[in-house]
């Protein structure tokens, strides 16, 4: 016995720890897209801070955020890990290797785009998660709810801000480019009946959610 | 496309055994014939360094049509040179042009070391087949046509996995020398077939096990093998692999 266990070390097991943890990732992509296009349609941020509010108290939500953090770090360290093992599985480097005649070079990146992926995630949860969740909110809206809005204005007052979360959006677009549709490969879902729709839902879904994303800093910022 | 004879530049990896570190050394070849094939270019620059009384560059090659798998050269930083669906062996001098520098080098991998210059030890490929790429039943006498109904799909599948020869080219060309289009491959010639069901799910899980022990790296989806595979070997294999993998893993009772 003990397949199941041994079943997770395999290369294929490592391959669908990153894919299911990517997929789960994917769908938080979604709720957290949603919830803060609430900005785009009330600039007084009453709107904004209910849906703040209800993540803010809802049980459901909170535990939600645990296994979030857990499937976030999960998918960070056996990323690592693979990269590690992945180099150490060609010691001698080809003194020319054309890769970008058989692949794309954001499916040979990941690791580089997850890396810069997590240092804007350390900027991002300090900035906004360790405020609300542990230092404090100072101010409260029209509503008597926490004005997180407000410490979203005051962030996205400085252009660097600004500049570094659409940067950061770029890196997520190409990762998610790559991610999306090979978490459908990795899960062993290939037929060419629906493998070409994978793969334009991906190339969709990796344009939208980080083009919406990046247009929150910027619509803030010009005060919109 | 050239017409007259070529002169070329060539950077080739020259390692004297398994401990030499290696290097590049650059070689002029002369008076090629476009007509000739990439190894004939090599017989012809072995040839010359003989005469000069140099030791001659080591490489693997045998049936030369593109059937056996044994060329195994990194051309200019793609496996079997610059064009799809070929082995070396049928690369022809016409696919470069007069005053060209080519670099060759070896299959890179952990699990490949280079032998002697560009000769790499494949011998983990066999250690992966003989944990279980094979049929364990007396094939007997030749069978009547149809005995086993085989649907046309499906026979067609396994046959397009069972034309991979073997060569390399996937772990050679993958950024993180996964040798998991080769292994799905050897799997779904088999698991495609009625023959192949009873070990199924035991055949899948050793092969992979053998895999990982030989130090292949982790597959990642980007697609270089299949672009590479000079028998245009699917990544559907891959997948499937993957959807057996997790049955014999997590529903079914054979333990690798």
Redesign the interface.
Known sequence: ?G??AN?FS???????IMGLTGLFLISFLVVHCFLNSFVFFDNTGVLFNEGAHFMATNWIIRAMEVVLMAGLLLHIVQGAR?TF??Q????????????N????WY??S?GLLGTLLLIFLIVHLAQFWTVSRFTGIPTVDANGHEDLYAVMKGTFSNIWFVVLYVLAMISLAYHLL?GF??TF???????KKYTPIIKSLGVWFSILIPLIFAAMPIWIYLGL | MSTGNMNLTLKVWRQKNTKDKGKMVDYKVSNISPDMSFLEMFDVLNEDLITKGDEPIVFDHDCREGICGMCSMFINGRPHGPKDAVTTCQLHMRSFKDGDTIVVEPWRAKAFPVIKDLTVDRSAFDRVIAAGGFISVNTGNAQDANNLPIPKAQADAAFEAAACIGCGACVATCKNASAMLFVSAKISQLALLPQGQPERYKRVQNMVAQMDAEGFGNCTNTGACEAECPKGISLENIARMNRDYYSAKFVSEEEG
């Open positions: 016995m397949s199941i079943a395999s290369s294929i097991g490592k391959k669908l693979l093992q992945n150490a599985a060609r010691p001698v480097k080809y003194a020319y290797n054309d890769g005649a058989n692949s794309k499916s040979r990941m790559h549709a090979s490969q990795t899960l062993g879902w290939n037929h």
